[in-house]
Each structure stands twice: as structure tokens, then as C-alpha cells.
């Protein structure tokens, strides 16, 4: 995860190259630190190093490091040309190397030559089987070509090893979101959970899901995690606070007419609805009338 | 009497210097020998999983009270039941990771290597200043010291009378051998120098990873506190925790307090009793 002031000092940085006032490798340095990606100033900035012999002498054995950042930056950026020079560079100074490989298997994803990268990727997985980055391009790959289930295989017999990964889990999450298959997403977001509790995207995403899910056992556990969504950022979230108000109003329909032993609903809901009331009054204040119309609908139904 | 003992200078130029620049020499030399020797570890696929499972069993225990009661029960029953858990480790087996080592003969190898290019090298060094520069004073440091420090400072010399701060030959060639790491670190790069007392407390343990014995442990250390854990879900539930903090946070950010000050302490009261 990226800080918040290691975000700021990022942003610093970069405008502060982009401005000409040197730093450039800094930055690069801590790009590839942060692992963030902004590929198009990546390449920008560390082709200019690169073309420069002075510069680029001056780095020492970083140089190679910079030839792959600047190759992943271009493949991002589909300047495979650029791609291709660094990953020949690289290619002639390290002829054994896997990590070259591996770069130029990428390369040849990055083409869109499926077939061929998939052969590499699969060769280089035969020579060190822990290799997680190539592990992911496949997944990758696989989602590139449309083949979700593929990428689900993939991912799963991936976490079957590497089960701490939480990135991996959370794209194995927004997949199956994406096949519908909420019950295995809900999984996935539980996992995400309880590698980093405090983080409320998380809490937020796995309400959604049962929110989806449906059922009023679902409901209720939905509404627990909008609520702990709302603690964890101070009750700035707006579609945490909404989707209480759309949890209660559906726990109200489900059972209605039975006795309710859930007293605190009308409280949170009523508090939820000023809270976005409020909200809506200091941000878009021309909204107000479409807001206020389409939870008396609700409040009707509930 | 002590203070009458003059250093020949010759013993500087001939013992202190040539002893210290040859074991930093040899050090070096040791590095890239071992780093010669060393050979591409493939991790095995069974100790990698193992670390994963012991860190997601421990995110378990730690976030239990973040998911739902019923969600925790189906991972838990997933780690260590008796029959398949992913904790679960037979009786009898895995317990012994120095028998399993022994099995390994790869790992015997690897010991072996490491333990010879560090036995070498001090034996044939220690025979050489033993054979050259044995039983004479080759410094003299700076300040005084107690009796103790005699059989550090002056292994080699039986004389009761010289005074402690004179060095004999092989101390300086002990002080070198253990002091150097400093040098090292600076010269080869923080984690590249390995230190001789490192070396040795490897050697008397036999080589044992550390780590890997830890991970023993520890799988069967999660395996009980995963068991406990539960006993302690069923205190803490989930929920009304959650949507508690989330009304009084909204209460504080709101501005009708007063109003439903009263319901709210009732719900949490009703909270509390859960």
C-alpha cells in the first residue's frame, strides 16, 4: 500500500521533474519502490537518462535496472519499439538470464502474440516454479484473451501455493464479480479482510456482495460491514452510507410483517439518511430535490 | 618490569600489519568463494506453502473477530481439523527436522560446502601464525586493563608478570578473526559480510535453519491458538460492535444529538447485553 505521504512526496517529485528540475532518477527510483504505475512518465523521464551515455554511466549497475523499468514502462505504453531496444540491451549484457525472459515473454504479450508468450511464460515456470511475477503474467494473459475461467484455474492454483498474496485475491475477487459469482467473491473479500482488516475498500466491496447476495441473513451481515465501512473512514463514504439506507429498507421488506428483533435499523438509517442529507447540501446542493424525492420512495417501501 | 618492554618496530612492520591485511584478504577471498560455491537453492514447494499457510493462519487468528462467525468456523475446520487441516501435522512426522535433514542429502552437501570453506581457510591461517608469529608481543594497547583480559590478549605467552595490555601475535590474529566484521560490511556491502561467530553458532548447531524450525513450531503453535481463538468468536461477535461505532460516529457528526440521545444509549445498552 501506498502512504499517504509517500504519495504526497511522489507527486512532489514528479512535477518537480516534469518542471526541469532534475531528481528525474529519484523519481524513477521510487516508482519502482512504490510499485505504482505511471508508465507514461516512466518512460519519458528514464528515456531521457537512457540517451544520455553521461547519465546513464554515471548510475553504475543500475543502469540494467533501468533498462527494465523504462521496457515495462514502453509495453505499457505500446511503444514496443523502445521495448524492444531496452529488452536487446538487456539481452546482450545478461544472455542467460530469466529475468530477461521474462521480460521477453512480455514483450511478446505486449505484441499480443498469445500463443508464443504462453509458451514462454510456461518454459520459464518449468526452470523456477516460485516465480510469482510469471504466475501472475499468465493470469494476466489469460484475462487478456477473455478467457476468464482460465484466469480463475490459473489464480486458484496459484493461491494454492501462494495463499498470503492478498493482490492475488483480490483479482481472483473483481473476476468472479464479473462472472457473477458472488458467493466465491464473498470468499475472496472474507480472505482480503483478514490480511489487512483496517482497509474499508475491502469491507465496503464484501457488503456490496452480500448486499447482492441477497437473503435476509445476507442483508444483515451486509449492513454490519457498511457500518464498520463508515467507522473505518469517519462516515465519509456516501455509498457505504446509501447502501445502509438500501439494506434497511430491504431487511424492512423481507420481513415484514414478523417481529423484529433488530432494534438499532431505524436509528442507523435515519442517522445514515441525514448524514448523506447533509452531504448532499454542502456538495451539490441542486441535487437535493432528486435526492430527497428518491428516498421518500424508499422510506415508502420500507 | 612491563613498562621497560620496547616494541621493535620491525615486529610492526613484519607481524601487526602483514597479519591484519592477510585476514582481511582472506576474508574477502572467502566471499567470493562461497559465493562461487553456492548453489541455486530451489525452495521447495512444500516450505513455501507451509510459510503462506502459517501467514494466513495468522491473519485468521488476528482479524477473527472481522468476519462473520460462520465464515471463520468453515476456515477454521479448514486448517486444522484432525483429518486434512492445512495445519494438522501428523504425529511422528515433520516433528524431526533433524532427521528429515539427514534424509535430504542435498542439504547435507550445502552444509558441508559452507562448513569447508570456512574450516580451510582458519585452519591453514591459524597454522601459519601459529608456525610464524607464536609466542611473542606484536602491540601494545593504549590503555590499561584487568587481569582477566590476560588469557584474551595474551593467549600464548605464559609470562603471569606482563602487563595485560600488551597483544601477543595469535590474540591479534583472534581479535582480527572476530573483529573484522565491521571492515567486511564496509568493503563487501551490509548483508554480504558474514560474520565468523555467526559461522561458528551455525556450526554448533549443526547447520539447523532456523527458520525452518520455526515454521515447525509455529504450524503447530497456530494449530492451538486457532482453538482458541474460537472460544473467544463467541464473545466478540461481529455485529452489533460494527453498527454501534457506526451510529455514535454518525451521532457525533451529526448535529441532532440531543434528540436521540436517548434511544442510543438504550441500543447500546441493548448492544452491551449482547
Redesign the interface.
Known amino acids: 500500500m501506498v502512504t499517504k505521504t509517500e504519495e504526497t512526496q511522489l507527486n512532489r517529485l514528479e512535477s518537480q521533474v516534469d518542471n526541469g528540475g532534475g531528481g528525474a532518477w529519484e523519481y524513477l527510483c521510487m516508482v519502482r519502490k512504490l510499485k505504482v504505475r505511471r508508465s507514461v512518465k516512466v518512460l519519458k523521464h528514464g528515456l531521457l537518462i537512457l540517451n544520455d551515455s553521461k547519465k546513464r554511466s554515471s548510475l553504475g549497475p543500475e543502469e540494467w535496472t533501468l533498462y527494465e523499468q523504462v521496457a515495462v514502462a514502453a509495453m505499457d505504453c505500446q511503444s514496443l519499439e523502445v521495448a524492444k531496444d531496452c529488452a536487446n540491451a538487456l539481452q546482450k549484457k545478461f544472455p542467460e538470464s530469466k529475468r530477461v525472459g521474462r521480460l521477453e515473454a512480455m514483450l511478446l504479450e505486449a505484441k499480443g502474440s498469445w500463443g508464443e508468450a504462453e509458451k514462454a511464460y510456461s518454459s520459464l515456470l518449468e526452470d523456477?516454479?516460485?516465480d510469482q511475477v510469471v504466475h501472475k503474467r499468465r493470469v494476466a494473459l489469460a484475462k487478456a484473451q477473455g478467457n476468464l475461467t482460465g484466469a480463475i484455474d490459473l489464480l486458484n492454483k496459484y493461491l494454492?501455493?501462494?495463499?498470503?498474496?492478498h493482490d492475488a485475491w483480490r483479482e481472483l475477487a473483481e473476476i468472479y464479480i464479473s462472472l457473477q459469482m458472488y458467493k466465491q467473491a464473498a470468499?475472496c473479500y472474507?480472505?482480503l479482510?483478514?490480511?489487512q482488516?483496517t482497509v474499508p475498500l475491502y469491507h465496503l466491496a464484501y457488503a456490496d456482495v452480500l448486499y447482492t447476495l441477497g437473503g435476509i441473513e445476507n442483508l444483515?451481515?451486509a449492513?454490519?460491514?457498511?457500518?464498520?465501512t463508515?467507522?473505518l473512514t469517519?462516515?465519509k463514504n456516501t455509498r457505504a452510507l446509501f447502501g445502509?439506507c438500501l439494506c434497511t429498507s430491504a431487511i424492512a421488506q423481507l420481513s415484514k410483517g414478523r417481529n423484529k428483533e433488530d432494534?438499532?435499523s431505524p436509528?442507523?438509517q435515519?442517522?445514515?439518511t441525514?448524514?448523506l442529507e447533509?452531504e448532499y447540501k454542502q456538495r451539490a446542493s441542486d441535487k437535493l430535490s432528486v435526492f430527497t424525492s428518491g428516498f421518500k420512495s424508499l422510506k415508502v417501501s420500507s | 618490569m612491563a613498562e621497560d618492554l620496547v616494541l621493535d618496530t620491525a615486529i610492526r612492520d613484519w607481524v601487526l600489519i602483514p597479519l591484519t591485511v592477510v585476514m582481511i584478504l582472506i576474508g574477502i577471498l572467502r566471499y567470493f568463494v562461497s559465493k562461487l560455491m553456492r548453489s541455486q537453492q530451489n525452495p521447495d514447494a512444500k516450505v513455501v506453502r507451509e510459510g503462506q499457510v502459517v501467514i494466513r493462519a495468522r491473519n485468521l487468528r488476528a482479524g477473527a473477530n472481522f468476519i462473520p462467525s460462520k465464515s471463520f468456523r468453515a476456515r477454521r475446520a479448514h486448517f486444522s481439523n484432525e483429518e486434512n487441516g492445512l495445519l494438522h501435522v501428523p504425529k511422528g512426522q515433520g516433528q524431526n527436522p533433524q532427521a528429515q535433514m539427514f534424509s535430504d542429502p542435498n542439504m547435507a552437501m550445502d552444509m558441508m560446502k559452507k562448513n569447508l570453506s570456512m574450516i580451510i581457510p582458519q585452519t591453514l591461517t591459524f597454522a601459519w601464525v601459529n608456525f610464524f608469529f607464536s609466542g611473542f608481543v606484536a602491540a601494545k594497547i593504549p590503555f590499561p586493563l584487568t587481569q582477566r583480559f590476560r588469557s584474551m590478549l595474551q593467549n600464548g605467552i605464559d609470562l603471569s608478570t606482563v602487563d595485560v595490555s600488551y597483544v601477543s601475535s595469535r590474540s591479534w590474529y583472534f581479535l582480527n578473526l572476530f573483529g573484522l566484521r565491521g571492515l567486511f560490511s564496509l568493503i563487501l556491502g551490509e548483508e554480504n559480510a558474514m560474520d565468523d561467530t555467526q559461522r561458528m553458532m551455525q556450526m554448533s548447531g549443526f547447520g539447523m535453519d532456523p527458520t525452518k524450525v520455526g515454521i515447525f513450531k509455529s504450524v503447530s503453535n497456530r494449530d492451538d491458538s486457532l482453538e482458541v481463538a474460537s472460544g473467544l468468536l463467541n464473545l466478540l461477535s461481529t455485529g452489533p460492535r460494527f453498527a454501534m461505532l457506526a451510529v455514535t460516529l454518525l451521532l457525533s457528526l451529526g448535529h441532532s444529538i440531543g434528540l436521540l440521545f436517548f434511544t442510543t444509549l438504550e441500543m447500546s445498552l441493548a448492544c452491551l447485553g449482547v
Open positions: 523456477n516454479p516460485f494454492e501455493t501462494f495463499m498470503a498474496d470468499f472474507e480472505e479482510i483478514l490480511s482488516p444483515l451481515t449492513k454490519k460491514y457498511y457500518s464498520s463508515i467507522d469517519g462516515g445502509i432494534k438499532d436509528d442507523l435515519s442517522l445514515a441525514a448524514a447533509r
